[in-house]
């Protein structure tokens, strides 16, 4: 969470059971807009398609963050509408090393000793070279972790207040394995994401409620080139996850279902002449659900009458990438098919030059969204064509430049517009609490971001700034601020952000990161008419400080000490539709202290 909100246009809000997930540009993405990848294997829980962050996996084991702000629908699909963000981890490509780490991160006020932790957590990882065996490599890691979404008071939209410390657990779980030989790898992941809340569904509860999050993912990829020109690249990925679970049948939030998926996939890539290269590609999914406990209690629900339920999704895709003296050009086309909801298809050229240092890029897509499988359960739309509910259909232009100021530093800038046709959106029944999905209207948004950066021996800046206006908000009034069209719900209109990281001496680095928020419109109480009303949040700082210190006085060892929240900002997280759900207190004031040390032996 930490890493991507120094990202452009990438924001954070609140669902259900005080979890926390990102949107873009505007728009909620929690929700199967956005894909969550780690080592290519898609972490989004299969039955709503969410993703949930804060304190969730641990930045030790994380080589860099690759983010794709735009829609890579023809590539990765259905869940990768309006961004994908793959985690690349320290995995089996390097060479042999131990690393150990371990953190410790204090609020600076709380009731007491034993709740006002924030973060904690170790983490163990190891790479192994066979020198022996040329092109053999493997690796193993672990990490515990504990955590607390805030030390605040939830205030509800009844004025029922409740301390959320000691009562906002954020507890993860990750063990990492695979081998590698050449070009053929198996990986696996185990990750366990624990949550409480005394937020529940909006309303303040004197007992914390439970959701946990359970996933193991197996992976085999292998690369193959008959020739110089020709590369084959086959995949086979299986998950079993337990999401939203809560296994005690009496609490009013008891759920426990599994997910499974199979995925194959087949990628080749061909360059018949130098300046083209053709990628093909075909994807299998098979997905299936099922009740472990009864139906009809608590959160569970049945299959539509059935203790289990299938799907399946064929598609294909292909891409031409031509690079010329006159245009480079990126074009491509991606058909699925899925068993319930039918079949898209979605088109997406880019075009991009260079003049010296200005670098011009213009993009045209289609993207689109398929529902989970809870999203197809409690569909309810009354569209004949859309039963029980379509996929959601995203059109996106984007401009972009950039100008190299020297070899070192770069400004870039770009405009956009998204427009979503049918976004599927959460509703429930005030009455009844009966909660469902619907195809609505359309929703988009038009915006510009402009970033800087410059890295040197000294160390880097980066800075950059992001704008959004709703375009057609009043046709999805889930989403939009009740009484204004100005602003969507949670997003905020402007943020601008400044990281750096500046090295006065080989062996200490000092990084400030500075981020800042427009004012943003959350749900207030309902008023006299029993009408939704709002609560305006002002433009607020968020500001962190680090010093660490490298190699010294061992080699390998590293530690740091940084304060979290500097200003003691009162920064909460805003729920993003109309669902009952007031402003949710993130954390405070935070210090931390993190030691670690890589160990790599060197070979004669």
């Known amino acids: 969470m930490d890493v991507l909100q120094l990202v452009p246009g990438i924001f954070l809000g609140v669902d259900t059971q005080g979890v926390v997930g990102p949107g873009f540009r505007g728009l909620w993405g929690y929700e199967g807009k956005i894909l969550l990848m780690v080592d290519g294997k898609e972490m989004n829980e299969l039955l709503y398609s969410t993703l949930q962050l804060g304190n969730e996996f641990p930045v030790e084991l994380i080589e860099r963050v690759e983010v794709v702000r735009g829609p890579g629908s023809v590539i990765y699909g259905g869940n990768a509408e309006l961004a994908v963000i793959n985690v690349v981890t320290r995995g089996v490509q390097g060479g042999t090393d131990v690393l150990v780490s371990g953190s410790y991160g204090q609020f600076t006020s709380g009731p007491n000793f034993g709740n006002s932790y924030a973060r904690r957590g170790g983490v163990l990882s190891g790479r192994y070279v066979f020198e022996s065996v040329p092109g053999l490599s493997a690796f193993v890691s672990g990490s515990l972790g504990q955590g607390q979404r805030s030390s605040g008071t939830y205030v509800d939209l009844e004025g029922t207040s409740v301390s959320l410390a000691g009562n906002s657990a954020l507890d993860p779980a990750v063990v990492q394995a695979g081998v590698g030989y050449r070009d053929i790898q198996a990986s696996f992941l185990f990750h366990r994401y624990g949550t409480t809340t005394s937020s529940g569904f909006g309303t303040a509860t004197t007992a914390p409620l439970t959701a946990n999050f359970e996933s193991y993912h197996g992976e085999l990829i292998g690369k193959f080139h008959p020739t110089e020109r020709i590369e084959i690249i086959p995949r086979i990925n299986v998950t079993f996850q337990r999401p939203w679970t809560d296994q005690n049948q009496e609490s009013e939030s008891y759920y426990d279902k599994t997910a499974r998926r199979l995925r194959a996939r087949l990628i080749g890539r061909w360059a018949p002449i130098d300046e083209l290269q053709i990628t093909l590609g075909g994807d299998a999914m098979f997905d299936n659900a099922q009740l472990n406990g009864p139906a009809d209690v608590g959160l569970q629900t049945s299959f539509a009458g059935a203790n289990a339920i299938d799907y399946r999704t064929f598609g294909g895709f292909v891409e031409l990438f031509s690079e010329n003296p006159i245009v480079n050009v990126a074009a491509g086309a991606r058909y699925d098919n899925n068993s319930a909801v039918g079949g898209a298809l979605v088109p997406r050229a880019v075009i991009f030059r260079s003049f010296g240092p200005v670098n011009l890029k213009g993009l045209f897509s289609l993207a689109f969204r398929w529902p989970g499988i809870e999203n197809l359960n409690l569909g309810t739309s009354t569209t004949p064509q859309c039963q029980p509910l379509c996929a959601e259909r995203t059109t996106v232009f984007e401009f972009e430049g950039s100008v190299d100021l020297t070899k070192r530093a770069r400004i870039s800038a770009n405009v956009f517009n998204i427009g ?185």
């Open 420 to 604: 979503i046709d049918a976004p599927i959106a959460y509703t429930s029944d005030p009455a009844t609490g009966a909660e469902g999905y619907l195809n609505l209207g359309r929703q988009g948004t038009t915006g510009a971001e402009v970033a800087f950066r410059i890295r040197g021996k000294w160390g880097y800046v980066n800075a950059n700034y992001s704008l959004y206006v709703p375009t057609l908000a009043v046709d999805v009034p889930n989403y939009q601020a009740p009484g204004r069209t100005d602003m969507f719900l949670a997003a905020p209109n402007h943020r601008a952000m400044v990281t750096a990281s500046v090295k006065p001496v080989k062996w200490l680095s000092l990084a400030p990161t500075v981020l800042v928020f427009g004012p943003r419109v959350a749900l207030g109480p309902l008023d006299d008419m029993g009408n939704d009303t709002t609560t305006s949040i002002p433009t607020q700082v968020l500001a962190n400080f680090a010093v660490r210190i490298d190699d010294v006085p061992v080699k390998g060892l590293n530690m740091s000490l940084g304060v979290y929240n500097l200003f003691g900002t009162n920064y909460g997280f805003v729920q993003p539709y109309t669902g009952g759900h007031a402003p949710l207190p993130a954390l405070g004031r935070e210090v931390m202290l993190r030691v670690g040390y890589l160990f790599e032996p060197t070979y004669e």
